[in-house]
Nanobody, 114 residues
């Protein structure tokens, strides 16, 4: 069983920044794909960004230029740097990885006030 621990969520004013962290219980060097999703109550979970084992990142168009996904193999951590946050970014953010099957973290709440 693989576990993911997320941190870094919180309350921030519009225009502010947050950095989310995700630490899996296995080496990120062995993981094909990791990423971040987000979910608002009553809506489907949506993709934010992914990063491959080779370091290639992909973003949903609405996040491009504001969000940056990265990984630090020395710290075994994947990050999501979020800038220029708006109230529409308020959601629970989930870390995800694929290691044969999909694994999810418990989620971290991000609230952006206007």
């Amino acid at each position: 069983q693989v576990h993911l621990v997320e941190s870094g969520g919180g309350l921030v004013q519009a225009g502010g920044s947050l950095r989310l962290s995700c630490v899996p219980s296995i080496s990120i060097s062995s993981i094909n794909t990791m990423g971040w999703f987000r979910q608002v109550p009553g809506k489907q979970r949506e993709l934010v960004a992914t990063i491959t084992g080779g370091g290639t990142s992909n973003y949903v168009d609405s996040m491009k230029g504001r969000f940056t996904i990265s990984r630090d193999t020395a710290k075994n951590t994947v990050y999501l740097q979020m800038n220029s946050l708006t109230p529409e970014d308020t959601a629970v953010y989930y870390c995800y990885l694929n290691w044969g099957i999909d694994y999810w973290g418990q989620g971290t709440q991000v609230t952006v006030s206007s």
